[in-house]
Nanobody, 123 residues
Framework: VQLQASGGGLVQAGGSLRLSCAASGRTFSNYAMGWFRQAPGKDREFVAYISWGGGSLDYADSVEGRSTVSRDNAKNMVYLQMNNLKPEDTAVYYC?????????????????WGQGTEVTVSS
């Protein structure tokens, strides 16, 4: 599956953004999806996870309670709603898809990656 993330931008602290990830390919519904982010000078880190059917969700502690991941398999879309954004949320955000059964926290377990969308939160 090919992925393309969008929806990033510049927002003030306390604001909200909705990131979108468009997938191409008929097998999208077979993929569990993750959102990751990479801040300048830092490693890429897990942000959120949603299972192929949407019944299983998980979030990094840093975004728990402020973010909601969802998907629409009929539209081949995954979303990440982020509220009460903080300057430390500034990063390039990536969506990624996986078919395997390894831990969804493991970056190496993801088969497909989008190109990333940049989020900048000003204080």
């Amino acid at each position: 599956v090919q992925l393309q993330a969008s929806g990033g931008g510049l927002v003030q602290a306390g604001g909200s953004l909705r990131l979108s990830c468009a997938a191409s390919g008929r097998t999208f519904s077979n993929y569990a999806m993750g959102w990751f982010r990479q801040a300048p000078g830092k490693d890429r880190e897990f942000v959120a996870y949603i299972s192929w059917g949407g019944g299983s969700l998980d979030y990094a502690d840093s975004v728990e309670g402020r973010s909601t991941v969802s998907r629409d398999n009929a539209k081949n879309m995954v979303y990440l709603q982020m509220n009460n954004l903080k300057p430390e949320d500034t990063a390039v955000y990536y969506c990624a898809g996986r078919l395997g059964v390894t831990s969804y926290l493991d970056i190496s377990g993801y088969d497909s990656w989008g190109q990333g969308t940049e989020v900048t939160v000003s204080s």
